[in-house]
């Protein structure tokens, strides 16, 4: 038996692989798949109900857990298999990933480049690090997924329009944290690849354009075969680096970048 937390229509291909391997699905989501035929067992749970899906595996005795693309379905999954003695990816990797204080500091350990960055653990001390900054800034849920609870904000923001961005992304983090960073100008790209014992293999490149005040909604994605085999190169050599410095291992990781105007 193989438990599958958060199968949603992205998964289908998957779904159907397994099962024309012989394996018997246990599938949590908030959501019956359409594919539902391809699944022993649908039980409806969202994906951070550690407890419920902990049950769940208990009462249908999975040999393995395995989870959508989301960095909370990969906490669990790891919380739950480690709990369980079952295969994981490791317990430190996923909380690594819903951490981005965490991924800043490993990268800066490592000297990559990336913004400016700050825990915001209070009104005062946020305030004294905007002082701090020459560009426009960000505040960031310190463990949301995609966009969720982003604010791009101009050096002249009022202490009003501060507050809100940060009431805002404390109410769209689990772990109610945010982080400040400053706004980097660039054209966005997204790089994935698929570790395997440390090996990291290329997948993809993508551009994406970008909409609303900081361009933090992405509307389009493009994976352009006509890339620079230059760029190719450095992207896939930073993705490598990125692996490292995060100390992932195994399994999908996936990376944004900006390449600014130098």
Known sequence: NILFINSSWEQEALVKSIYKRGH????????VPNYSKYIKKHISCNETEIASIMKIAELFD???IISDNCDYSLLTAEIISDILNLPCLGIESSRISNNKYLQRNLCKEASLNQPIFELVNSMERLL???DTLSKPFLIKPLDS????????LEKKSTKSQIGNAVSKAINASPSRQCIVEEFIEGELLTIDG?????????????????ISSGLIVTNEIIYDSNLDKNLIKKCFLFLNNVAKSLK???????????LDKN
């Open 24 to 31: 018997n699905i246990i599938a949590t989501s908030e959501k």
């Open 62 to 64: 999975v040999d393995s």
């Open 128 to 130: 004294k690090f905007i």
């Open 145 to 152: 997924r995609g966009s969720i609870g982003i604010t791009y």
């Open 194 to 210: 698929f570790l395997i014992e440390n090996d990291c293999l290329p997948i993809a490149i993508a551009k994406r354009k970008r």
């Open 248 to 258: 992932y291992k195994n399994g999908h990781i996936h990376c944004e970048v900006l």
